[in-house]
């Protein structure tokens, strides 16, 4: 398996009315997670216990919420709330 990061349930969703370069950075910050739990769990597929907490990032003024499943090697984005569009 490869180490990857989607929205939870969907992107449409998650993102809705979210301002363009918010979008850029929590994406960014993403593949950053990825890389980051990718380190920290080898070999994602043999990890054993109880599933990670619910995580919550200040990212550019905004909120990102998100989880990590090992076993999945997925790291899920479930919420974002971005700054007022200007």
Known sequence: MTWS?????????????APADF?????????????AAEALHLDG??????GEPMHYLDL???LLA????PRL???????ITSPPAL
């Not at 998100?66 to 499943?69: G, H, K, L």
């Open 5 to 17: 990061w989607e929205y939870l349930p969907s992107e449409q969703h998650v993102t809705a009315g």
């Open 45 to 50: 597929t043999t990890y054993q216990g109880s």
């Open 66 to 69: 998100y989880y990590v499943v």
């Open 23 to 35: 979008l850029a950075a929590v994406e960014q910050r993403a593949a950053e997670l990825v890389r």
């Open 73 to 79: 090697e997925l790291v899920v984005l479930c919420q």
């Open 60 to 62: 550019a003024g905004g």
